[in-house]
């Protein structure tokens, strides 16, 4: 993932490992080890948090500046696979989505799930499963587009 101004980069991948890099001087700012090969990366639009996930069952929000943990995502699973990952306007939630037609709203600063939803599947007999591809904020509504073709918006209670 590449900061809105461009001059970070978090990337990760089969060596377990994340990386923020400075983009400038081609620089490693912070490493993060994971147990398993990282799929998911995140930078929030300010690059003050960052978000990496395992392919098993590590999947953390970071600072930045610090590269110390903010928080720890709790979920019960044994494995949870994110397939997308975007902060609110003001990093304080992280939405994100899953193979499992699952969408949740983690609070930054705890890393307790807020809010859960379950995507809608396609109409028919096609396979009653979807993968989540998108989530963003509209107007600090949750929105999903799905692999059923499904874009939908969430209500979150108070």
Known sequence: DLSANGRYALTGGNDYKAYLWD???????????HP?????VLLDQRAKFLFTADGQNKAQIWDAQSGQEVS???FIERQLIFTAAKFSKGSKYLLTGSPS????????????VRHEWRVAA?????PQSAVVYAVDFVD?????IASSGNYEKWAVEE
């Open 122 to 126: 396609r109409d028919g007999p096609a």
């Open 72 to 74: 720890r995502l709790h």
């Open 23 to 33: 983009i400038t001087t081609a620089l490693i700012i912070h490493v993060f080890d």
């Open 101 to 112: 037609k699952r969408l949740a709203l983690w609070d930054v600063s705890s890393g307790k």
């Open 36 to 40: 398993h090969r990282v799929i998911k």
């Open 140 to 144: 600090s509504i949750p929105v999903s």
